[in-house]
């Protein structure tokens, strides 16, 4: 009889680790710091470049592989936004490199606002001299190279991982969208809504130790609005939950804080402890054993086609070229410009959702844009089973994406921000129910 034992546990031996560990997982982080005194986004009102960095700023990459090999790959960065360029030259690449079609890579922006200028289209907010225009772009070069190699070496980093799901909270999102009597005023407003929730994916190899984390926030980046780079409050809890768990890649995972900002603000010493508050939030949430995330893995994205309202006539925008408001009188240039070339103004625009399920125990919805909370939150009330993590910020961001009560309450995320991009100006009323539909389809897709 005994040696039919031994064979027996020579057999089980394998099988038992397998169902342990049953992902691959790799990560990997690269310093994306521009090394030259390049124009920051984030705020209009800049006059001058930056004057060197308060802290690097960085893109990381977490790859996740299941038992059949489909792969899925998380890019995050410190950086303002996302160009649709970029997002197609890391697809590209990526997706003749290492098997990851399309709907299985996520690209998400921590939208600092002591990043790099990384778009040049049409429109830009500033007025910059050709040395900076060059430099810049020489910067976005390198860094498309970037983002596709932080992927290679989580690739090659891959190693047999278990994934778990937990959660938080941390408390110094506040909704900035303050009713006064001329409309809604950039201030804080502790009636609105807000979400505080903390999701966190864990990422432990074979030997037990904690490779990585993958966190989400829903608040924008901008404690800081000084001139030096900076990766802001995501920037400081990503470094200070590293420090404190040597050998981990942790990566923050932006969630639809359009219209949330970090209170108090305006300090490196409060964008630091933002940072530790969220930090300590993670070790909170991995304080219980998380929720076990299985195999198998699938991925779905398209594109919603969102309409604007109507544009304004030629006459009106005519008229606005003559606007002593300097980017009233841009944005009317911009649209004029497009009228002549095109013959008329763009009515639609193509806006990514992604869904991706774990097994039986977690979903992700991505989206573009800066979307405004009440998409996580009613996403998370709308699909129900298992837990569900909504990140914004994903894939293209471009602008605001207000919900049908911010759109009818007017403000900044609802049109006033309009008047910095190319974008004929306010999103149509129906904008949630294209979202929304476009969400549910997706979910249904990766769950059936
Ligand atoms: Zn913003």
Not at 213 to 228: K, P
């Amino acid at each position: 009889m005994r040696p039919c034992l031994v064979a027996i546990l020579l057999f089980a031996v394998p099988f038992v680790a397998r169902a342990d560990e049953p992902w691959k997982a790799g990560a990997a982080a690269v310093v994306i710091t521009p090394d030259q005194p390049l124009w920051m986004a984030g705020y209009a009102s800049r006059d001058k470049p930056a004057e060197g960095k308060a802290t690097d700023l960085f893109a990381k990459a977490l790859v996740v592989e299941d038992p059949s090999g489909k792969r899925l790959a998380i890019i995050t960065m410190d950086l303002i936004s996302i160009p649709k360029a970029m997002r197609d030259h890391v697809v590209q690449a990526v997706r003749e490199k290492h098997k990851l079609p399309p709907e299985s890579i996520v690209l998400n922006c921590s939208h600092t606002h002591c990043g790099p200028v990384i778009r040049l289209g049409t429109y830009i907010l500033y007025d910059l001299e050709e040395s900076q225009r060059a430099a810049i772009e020489k910067y976005i070069a390198v860094l498309h190279e970037k983002l596709v190699s932080v992927v290679d070496q989580a690739v090659a980093h891959l190693e047999p991982a278990k994934l778990g799901y937990s959660h938080a909270r941390a408390g110094f999102a506040m909704n900035r969208r303050l009713p006064t009597d001329k409309g809604y005023q950039n201030s804080p407003y502790p009636d609105g809504p807000v979400d505080q929730d903390v999701p966190v994916l864990r990422v432990v190899n074979a030997e037990g130790k904690l490779k990585a984390v993958l966190f989400g926030y829903a608040c924008h980046n901008t404690t800081l609005s000084f001139f030096q780079f900076c990766g802001d409050y995501a920037g400081f809890a990503q470094q200070a939950f590293e420090e404190s768990h040597p050998g981990t890649i942790a990566l923050f995972f932006m969630g639809c804080g359009g219209d949330q900002n970090p209170y108090p603000r305006g300090t490196i010493e409060l964008a630091r402890q933002h940072g530790r508050t969220l930090a300590t939030a993670i070790d909170a949430a991995l304080l219980p054993e998380p929720q076990p995330v299985r195999p198998p893995l699938r991925t779905a994205f398209a594109e919603a086609a969102l309409e604007f309202a109507p544009a304004p006539e030629r006459e009106e925008l005519v008229r606005l070229q003559q606007s002593s408001n300097k980017y009233e009188k841009r944005h009317a240039e911009v649209l004029l410009e497009q009228l002549k070339q095109d013959g008329k103004i763009r009515q639609e625009y193509p806006y990514p959702v992604q869904s991706i399920q774990f097994g039986k125990d977690l979903t992700m919805v991505t989206l573009g844009g800066e979307t405004v909370v009440d998409y996580s939150l009613r996403i998370k009330k709308e699909v129900t089973g298992n837990p569900v993590w909504v990140a914004g910020y994903s894939n293209d961001v471009f602008g605001y994406i207000p919900s049908q009560r911010v759109l009818k309450e007017g403000g900044y995320e609802a049109t006033g921000a309009m008047l910095y991009t190319s974008l004929p100006g306010p999103f149509a009323l129906d904008v949630e129910d294209r979202i929304m539909s476009k969400v549910h389809e997706l979910v249904r897709q990766v769950r059936e």
